[in-house]
């Protein structure tokens, strides 16, 4: 038995999220179904994380494991040529047997990408959230610096999730606008130990209340300390999301 | 009577190009469609040229005349209300009496977006062409400067248009690869007096067998010379083509 780790990228704007849901178009689902055509047995994969509807990865980390022979090169072409061009298999290694993308992964990347043009753009409106404001992107900035370190985040996650605790490490959290001609696009990126459901979208949209000056910097590190969801801003949107990276040890 | 010119930008990929066809939905239907529900009056609009089915506008410029007294700030704002989300007004301004986008238009650029990675890039697969082979950027610039200038273009002319004249002036012609970390995006833009019908669809198909060195780089400029659509290379799919401006007196 090998296992193989796989790199994905994917738009999800076309899908039910990542995990398999009956009658309903998934990652999961589309890619289980690629690696059974590819190897013949019906294979479980596993994510480091499952993505919401319409949110994308740049770098999604999959493990399976398969008694198939087939080089990961192969692996690689073939899964490309059988999976929707909206998905897309970037690199193919065979992993230490046991190797799991969800159990094993110590640090994952989320970047969130805002509009805050007058007018929409036309290209983005799948990847990015449009905030019909001028947003104060040094002052989410600093805002942000709060969030920074090892903190209960019970006040950015959504209900739905049971986890044995709230606690993450948030190594590095920074809002940036983009160089031009992109200057109309902010980037918020969020580096963790781990991402708590919804994690990245409430923080997104309690910053967002202090860019368009509706609340003051100092508040996305009250709501934090309130550990209550109802005190932050509302859940950004979900096809302003994209899962940039996984790190293992 | 006033003359009202917007700047529109617009996804083309759901749209069977721009002008109004019969059973199919237009970029020029949707916005006289527009236009009509705003001012109550059925309203003939013109482009300064047609876009094929797929092809994108980052600055199209178009033209029409009205009895309505809306202010041009209301025209965009409700146009932008009205339109769906792949086209936008990006601006609305009152034109001299008669203006006309097409007529009156003198100079105008395009940009063709090419991908040249190993692996399809999901974000952009209805933005730009993927060539499944490195492209020697530095090649296809070089040899495209034999197109600068003043020529019969007959030779990147697709039939079906008829016209007084292939000859078209090309002021500024080059291939340049992004910065990164988009370096596996090349740009070819084009800016003339005019361009013939698929023109730079066909000068980028030319240009991408010098790139992936199937012919020298002397090679557009014979193409050119021979005035034959047929010396020529194929006619690059339309997802990569964006018209980027129009220039008036």
């Given at each position: ?43 479980r994969t596993a994510a480091s994380g499952r ?166 910097e100092s508040w996305p590190g009250e709501v ?26």
């Amino acid at each position: 038995m090998r296992t193989i780790k796989l790199i994905l990228a994917y738009d999800g704007t076309a899908y039910a999220g990542w995990q398999v849901q009956p009658e309903r178009t998934t990652l999961q689902g589309v890619l289980e179904a690629a690696i059974e055509k590819l190897t013949g047995v019906p294979t479980r994969t596993a994510a480091s994380g499952r993505t919401d509807s319409g949110v994308h990865a740049l770098g999604q980390v999959v493990t399976f494991n398969t008694e198939s022979h087939h080089p990961v090169e192969v692996f690689q072409r073939a899964l490309n040529a059988e999976l929707p061009p909206d998905v897309a298999v970037l690199s193919a290694i065979e992993a230490a047997p046991g190797f799991h993308a969800r159990r094993d992964a110590v640090r994952k990347r989320y970047r969130y990408v805002l509009y805050d043009g007058p007018v929409r753009d036309v290209f983005s409106r799948r990847y990015a959230w449009h905030v019909h404001q001028p947003l104060d992107v040094d002052a989410m900035h600093r805002a942000a610096a709060a969030l920074a370190g090892t903190h209960d985040f019970s006040s950015f996650e959504s209900s739905g999730a049971e986890r044995a605790s709230s606690v993450r490490t948030v190594y590095d959290i920074s809002v940036r606008r983009e160089p031009a001609p992109r200057e109309e696009f902010l980037r918020v990126e969020v580096e963790a130990n781990g991402f708590l459901y919804n994690m990245v979208r409430a923080i997104v949209g309690t910053l967002v209340e202090v860019g368009r000056k509706a609340r003051p910097e100092s508040w996305p590190g009250e709501v934090l300390e309130a550990t209550d969801r109802s005190a932050g801003g509302q859940t950004a949107p979900p096809q302003g999301l994209f899962l940039v990276e996984v790190e293992y040890p």
